[in-house]
């Protein structure tokens, strides 16, 4: 039977207690509701659009940190706060995650490569899916990581494969298992709304999670697999602390039946995520200092971690879409403002009536009453953003903001109408404003990207027609074919920016006069070169270093006359995801690199690079 606290235990206990409460309320004035930004304030929005289009996705670093620090306080570690990847895979939100310390939570094997390439090293991965994948879960697990079990065949299939891994000597080591719980507890919403059944994660009937009644028995069934926590979520935009307070004393519970049966020691309590946020200054939700200050009161048992893994009450005040007024309009007498964004980045606030506060061009929230409507630009009735509002105060032209925009909106977005994002800038923490995802282009259209183009007409009857090699020679390049080869270039000058950022100043003899593609690729692949070697700390080059794969996007030409200015980003390096990497002892990274004159247009381009350090001499 497991051991209960003491009568001097609980004493220290309560001491404990007391002593989380001043931790939370030793701070001036903590807020016990949500609010909304301010960091967006300070932009100079008109010249933000101005440097960098409209529907621009805006993340502001420093709101992150703020974030994160306050799910520190709450959980004690910020390895124990773990970003869902799903709420917003944007690389520029996950760098700066990676960097605060957070941990990442991901449900596949692409939501894992993009966390490692951000940074996140193995131990502060975490993996968990209705849909899992054994291989996928099982790496994670061998690494370091933390796997989230969520049904009993998933368990036993890992306990299997480390009994199998054990005859080898393997063992769990730093390596994590949770199982996810469906509770037996009722978790509910405070207001009942259209969406809630859409976000009810802990549904007693619902797809998530192992029924609790079932939990020990299954355990018992563990022979190799050692169990380290427990695992359950309570929703999303949760406006209440009862269900989190709730479902900690009940895995507590379970915990507790699980040790009394089994030899297994649960630790770790991860209450997902859940927290809402106030999407408008109408809104009631709990801030996340309410939540400790509840959690830290209640009579939680310190054997155990808290985790949690928030998305909204972690991102979502950290982004902001700026958009623009691009047409006017009335129809029989209500007034119509249409924007350039809409549906195709803000599926969650038309679809599921989760209506954000927009700002208008002068910094002021829009009214949600009167007898005009702000809509989106897609061509269904239903893209509206502000069904009802006074669109009289908008005029084509003018910037709009909508706030509170940083989880489920840009990873839901879609290219319906083939409505394209602006890209992404990060307002840093020294107050500069860099772009980090550039606007997207026709053929990023992922209907028309590695398409077979001409094969699904009748026109292709796969009737092959011989064609003379006099008629093609006539018509190939001869630049392509001889003179190209001719093509030189040299460094002139090179720095560091950073840690994982290299500028080149290089000159280039083409007969051409201008970079074309196969140079661009040569030149950007032998900086890309250069600059891995740095990176990793190396002064020769002894080990190979090769590309996989290419994007490149040449919209001018870039003139040999004068230097080109090269500069290569590169994120951190990983392994392959698909675990072909880890067999041949080869990493890779991710590549960004533009190519320019001071003056002229940009090429810009990306590479997947690979790399075998175990290869050298």
Same mark, same amino acid.
């Given at each position: 039977m497991t051991r209960r606290p003491s009568q001097l235990e609980k004493h220290r206990l309560a001491s404990s207690i007391r002593s989380r409460v001043d931790h939370f309320t030793d701070r001036a004035a903590p807020l016990t509701e949500a609010s909304m930004e301010r960091w967006s304030a300070a932009l100079d929005l008109r010249a933000l659009r101005a440097e960098f289009g409209s529907n621009l996705w805006v993340v502001s670093a420093s709101q992150l940190r703020r974030n994160v620090r306050a799910w520190t306080r709450l959980t004690g570690s910020p390895a124990r706060v773990c970003y869902p990847v799903k709420a917003n895979p944007s690389p520029a939100v996950l760098e700066i995650l990676a960097e605060l310390g957070a941990s990442a939570e991901c449900a596949s094997a692409a939501e894992l490569q993009l966390a490692r390439l951000a940074g996140f090293p193995s131990e502060r991965l975490v993996y968990g899916s209705p849909a899992p994948e054994l291989g996928t879960a099982w790496r994670v697990l061998a690494q370091g990581g933390t796997v989230v079990a969520d049904s009993a065949s998933m368990l036993l299939a890992l306990d299997a494969k480390a009994a199998e891994a054990a005859e080898s000597g393997w063992t769990q080591g730093r390596g994590r298992v949770l199982l996810r719980v469906n509770p037996s507890i009722d978790i509910r919403h405070r207001r009942d709304e259209s969406w809630t059944e859409l976000t009810a994660h802990a549904a007693r009937t619902g797809k998530f999670g192992v029924p609790s009644e079932c939990v020990v028995e299954l355990v018992e069934r563990l022979e190799t697999l050692r169990l380290d926590g427990l695992h359950a979520h309570v929703g999303t935009q949760m406006d209440h602390v009862e269900p989190f307070l709730a479902l900690a004393r009940h895995l507590a519970e379970l915990a507790d039946r699980i040790a009394d049966a089994t030899a297994q020691r649960p630790t770790i309590l991860d209450l997902g995520g859940g927290l809402g946020i106030a999407f408008t200054a109408a809104d009631r939700i709990p801030s996340i200092e309410a939540l400790g200050l509840a959690l830290a009161s209640d009579e939680c048992d310190p054997r155990f971690e808290r985790w949690f893994e928030p998305g909204h009450a972690l991102v979502g005040n950290a982004v902001a879409l700026l958009g623009t #007024?691009?047409?006017k309009k009335s129809v029989r007498g209500r007034e119509w403002a249409v924007a350039d964004i809409g549906t195709d980045q803000l599926a969650k606030i038309t679809l599921l009536s989760w209506?954000?506060?927009?700002?208008?061009?002068?910094?002021?929230? @829009?009214?949600?009453?009167?007898?005009?409507?702000l809509a989106g630009p897609l061509c269904f009735s239903g893209d509206t953003l502000l069904p009802a509002t006074d669109a009289s105060r908008l005029?084509?032209?003018? #910037? #709009?903001?909508?706030?509170?925009?940083?989880?489920?909106?840009?990873?839901?977005?879609?290219?319906f109408n083939g409505r394209r994002s602006a890209g992404t800038v990060v307002v840093r923490e020294d107050g500069r404003v860099v772009r980090t995802a550039d606007a997207a282009r026709t053929l990023d259209e992922p209907l028309a990207r590695g398409h077979a183009?001409?094969?699904?007409?009748?026109?292709?009857?796969?009737?092959?027609?011989? @064609?003379g090699i006099d008629a093609v020679e006539r018509l190939s390049s001869r630049v392509l074919r001889e003179e190209l080869c001719k093509e030189r270039f040299s460094y002139r000058s090179a720095l560091r920016d950073g840690a994982r950022a290299f500028e080149y100043e290089v000159d280039v003899d083409s007969p051409v006069g201008f970079v074309s593609m196969p140079l661009a690729i040569r030149i950007a692949g032998d900086a890309a070169i250069v600059s891995v070697l740095r990176m990793l700390g190396h002064e020769v080059k002894a080990f190979p270093v090769w590309g996989t794969? @290419?994007?490149?996007?040449?919209?001018?030409?870039?003139?040999?006359n004068v230097p080109v200015l090269v500069r290569i980003e590169l994120s951190h390096a990983t392994t392959r995801g698909d675990g072909a990497s880890r067999q041949s002892g080869s990493r890779c990274l991710a590549v960004r690199f533009t190519l320019r004159n001071d003056d002229g247009p940009t090429a810009r381009g990306s590479f997947e690079i690979m790399f075998?350090?175990?290869?050298?001499?």
């Open positions: #007024i691009t047409e209506r954000h506060q927009v700002l208008g061009p002068d910094a002021r929230p @829009l009214p949600t009453t009167g007898d005009g409507a005029a084509v032209g003018d #910037i #709009i903001l909508v706030q509170h925009a940083g989880a489920y909106c840009a990873a839901l977005a879609s290219t183009w001409g094969q699904a007409t009748a026109r292709c009857d796969g009737r092959a027609t011989p @064609l794969e @290419l994007g490149l996007s040449m919209r001018g030409q870039v003139r040999t075998d350090e175990a290869a050298a001499g």
